[in-house]
């Protein structure tokens, strides 16, 4: 049920964001995606602390560099592709414009340069724990691997193995090593996988590749084309992965640029996703990392933005962003690689400015982390007070929301739990919450209900055989009747029997069973059983949030439509020699609406009641409930004008098209009207300003 | 007539000392006659007694007690049907909504479409009907042959299955889908399966109550003002077979609920995958004759039978013949 807009959720808010502040001073936030797909505004998760940019870096072996007159002892970065940290906390970069990796202390002080000249430009690199360099060098198609003290020990080049495929070429572009010592390739062009090597550099095959998924575009052309004309479409091919990172556990993670849904996948060893959540992926990602949490860290190149998951891939900040020029800190130009070290401390590699910048995660997003891992690791009783925390610090952070109903829901504490899902409108957890909820109302009242069920059975046979018999009750039904003789209640009672009688229904309708003052009432009370509707619905299945609803807006959004078919179907009917007058196809039209009118309380009711489980019966009944109306509303136009079938379908079919036609040029009148106001009024405001 | 006839002549012979008849009320003639029509049926009685009431009654019985079907019946009250409420999560959770969805959608679907079925083959010759009604009626004269024989090889699991092989024939999938295992697609098959197979009794008492009905009507009908086929439909098929019609609902409401062994069969387990396909019929087979729990199977076919009861109710309701409203 969760509708995923993110995409024009973070336009918007970054327009308003743009919008709101004046240019020279964007605001440095962060925001996460709610539980319905929406970005929101949280408290601030990463803070800029500095910035490595290789001028002024000595170091040790900068300084004799610089001591020796040297021209290398700047260490300047030029369009540098990859970073990575290693255990010790120090940093490796792939200085791809100058061909070498650069090694850099936790504050960026210049400890050595490894492969200057006999790297060509390397795009991506991967330490292990013995210190060994794996290095992918895109320019001379090879994998170099170094030892702790920099020497070349091992170049690969391209995998010899017929498995390979002769045609393709090697262009590794990014490269880890598992805990095997195999090594996990990311090349360029290779749609299959990622190149699996073994640490001896033998081809061991395709690993965790994507899936071109279904085109019904193709589909139809396989049908139709010739072999002829298929050999000469260009193939669709999967997108293959961009990068990729492996956490403690020897689980790989790739990132795909371009990819709708699973821009991120957590890849077991047999190469399947292990993500089950359907949380928000961003579709640009440049790289990610995994810290010792299993926390995954991503860079989106395009927005210049930061993605924080948890392990299990749910969304949990969002922040950076573009620089538009300011040259601020935070904020991105084209990042290409992120790294976490030991600490927590977050490095950015931004490609374009060849610069690392430093953050620092803040309390609340260490606070998060803590209860998310103690969370995620089963410990639901311990993870209560962290998430407490983070809600003292941010009152709307729905995925502590969400943590405290799920520990409260795993102790056993329903009653909490659905309050807390309630407020993080969380549908599938509420459901299961009020599930057990309902299952424990019942188990203490069921036999109530049956003796009570029973009794009603009971008393109503038995009043109705003492009516029978004695006639107990009859002056009361006899006022019913008299009630149900007024012609007022004679016509509004007449939408029960439109429901079984539908042609004679409209027959009896024409002829003044019922009036117009009726079908307005009816039609009043449709907009309020509408409203009822909107408001009453379980949030499980209507998906609104009844604050955010606009009442004037609902009943039009009802109205507008409905007097737009009136309207459009005695006009046309006019035209095809209907014999319904105005009057008639007003109240015909509100009486085929009956059974909405009837039935929408009680299913609204009886959804308050169901779980998603049982969402069959509720979506089945508000089915059936609106292909009654689509039945009646058929009927109206056959009855009321005197049609044939055929002439009744090509009416409906040409009073739609109308009302789509009307609705055309009520928009187009209304954004020319609004034009034309627009110049009126600065007419008006140059007039007063000049005189 | 000449019954009758007696009858009154007994009233008038007999009324003035209707004190001693009272006493002699066996040799009532009306009795006798009746009596000799209660020996006519007494071989139905008997065996319907035998089969149909003494069963249902014993699973009535047996649904208040513990019956583990090696000791005694124990007693235990409404237990079994609060149990049934509050603690069979996977009857509240899958049972109940898999059967109303499957009863929801085959029910009426099955029902809407062998009135279709029977209205169209009556509207065609006679010769070509006779084959075309055992055409259609077919599939649930085999049915059982037909699962293994067409659905099972249709939705086989591997790349050799028809729909498999044509899926990726035609690149809407990449590998075979276990259709008959998977939750997400035994239910549809199921409901599949059991419409093309509803053809059953139900719509052959159709066609003959459309048939039956005298073509006469239509054309008072024509005078009388119809002016469509909708029309004729409405107002003089339907209200002319309603019995046929109350038939056909109660086989299909029955039929529905009875029809819980397919499930079984396309995954060839019990309980079905992730009870997906888990209908109440398999619940009771599942309690009753896998975990020999009699006394809470019996339970649930009661229960069953309540709601078997209780549509059938409703299709009375709108089929059956009243006489206040018409």
Known sequence: MKIWKPGIALGLLLSLLLGAAPAYAKPYVSFTVNQQGSARLTQSAYIPVGVIDGYGIFGKSGAAAKAAGGPDFEVALDEPQDLFVDSGNRLYVADTGNGRIVELDERGSLLRLIGQGELKQPTGLYVDGAGNVYVADYGAGQVVIFDKNGRKTKTIGKPASKLFGAD??????????????????????????????????????YFGGNRAGFDLERAVQRIFFTKKQLSQLSQKLPPSPTNLAVDRDGLIYTATVGLESKAVKKLNVAGEDLFQSSAYMDTNLSDITVDGMGNIFAADAVEGLIYVYDKDGSLLFVFGGNDSGDQRLGFFTSPSGVAVNGNGLLYVLDKERGNIQLFEP??????????????????????????????RMDGMFDLAHVGIGLAYYKQGEYGKAFEELK??????????????????????????????????????????????????????????????EIPLVRGLLHTFRMLRHPIDGYYELENGRASVLSATILLALLVAVRLYEVYGTNFIFSGIDPVRVNMIGEALKLLIPFFAWVVCNYLVSVIN???????????????????????????????????????????????????????????????????????????????????????????????????VWDFVRSVAEEVKYRV | MKQAAELLQGDKLHGPRSEP????????????????????????????????????????GLSFTYFNTVQAPKFIGLQNYVNLLT???????????????????????????????????????????????LAIYSPSLTASVAMAVVWLIVFSGDSTGYLNAFLIKWGFINEPIQWTQSPHYLMPIMITVTLWN??????????????????????????????????????????????????????????????GDIGVQLSGANPTPQYAGQLISNHIADYGFIRYDMGYASAVSVVLLLIIYGFSKLAWRLFGEKDGER
Not at chain 2, 88 to 107: H, Q, R, W
Not at chain 2, 204 to 217: D, K, S, V
């Open chain 1, 423 to 484: 407020i993080a409108r969380n549908v599938t957890e509420y459901s299961n919450t009020y599930w057990e909820l309902r299952r424990q109302w019942l188990m203490s009242h069921v036999s109530t209900i049956i003796a009570a069920l029973a009794g009603l059975i009971a008393l109503w046979l038995i009043v109705k055989r003492v009516h029978r018999k004695t006639g107990f009750g009859a002056p009361a039904l006899r006022t019913l009747r008299r009630i149900g």
């Open chain 1, 168 to 205: 393709n070429a090697f262009k590794p572009q990014k490269i880890i090593a598992d805990k095997r010592g195999n090594l996990y390739i990311v090349a360029e062009g290779l749609i299959q996988g990622l190149v699996e090597l073994s640490p001896e550099g033998d081809f061991l095959g």
């Open chain 2, 87 to 133: 603690q069979d999560s996977e009857f509240m959770m899958y049972v109940l909504p898999n059967t109303i969805k499957f009863a929801l959608v085959v029910g009426p679907g099955g029902y809407l479409l062998s009135f279709l079925l029977a209205w169209l083959l009556a509207q065609i010759p006679r010769r070509s009907r006779t084959l075309l009604t």
């Open chain 1, 362 to 391: 803040t309390p609340f997003a260490l606070l998060v982390y803590k209860a998310t891992s103690l969370y995620l690791d089963g410990k639901y009783a311990e993870s209560l007070e962290p998430w407490r925390q983070v809600l």
């Open chain 2, 21 to 60: 008849l009272k006493l002699r009320w066996y040799r009532k003639r009306t009795f006798r006659n009746e009596l000799s029509a209660y020996l006519f049926l007494s071989p139905y009685l008997l065996l319907f007694t035998l089969f149909i009431v003494i069963p249902v009654l014993a699973a009535v």
């Open chain 2, 198 to 259: 509803s053809m059953g009794v139900g719509f052959l008492a159709m066609l003959a109550g459309i048939l039956n009905i005298n073509p006469e009507m239509y054309e008072a009908g024509y005078i009388d003002g119809i002016r469509s086929r909708l029309q004729e439909v409405w107002y003089i098929t339907i209200p002319s077979m309603k019995p046929q019609m109350l038939f056909g609902a109660v086989m299909a409401v029955v039929g529905t609920f009875q029809a």
């Open chain 1, 577 to 675: 020699d209907g014999e319904g007058k105005f009057r008639d196809v007003y109240k015909g039209s509100v009486y085929a609406l009956s059974p909405y009118i009837l039935f929408t309380v009680p299913i609204t009711v009886m959804s308050k009641g169901l779980t998603l489980l049982e969402s069959v019966v509720y979506a089945y009944s508000r089915q059936l409930v609106i292909l009654w109306c689509v039945f009646l509303m058929f009927v109206m136009v056959k009855e009321i004008h005197g049609y044939e079938l055929k002439e009744t379908f090509k009416n409906a079919a040409i009073t739609v098209s109308g009302m789509i036609v009307m609705a055309l040029i009520a928009f187009i009148f209304f954004g020319l009207s609004d034009q």
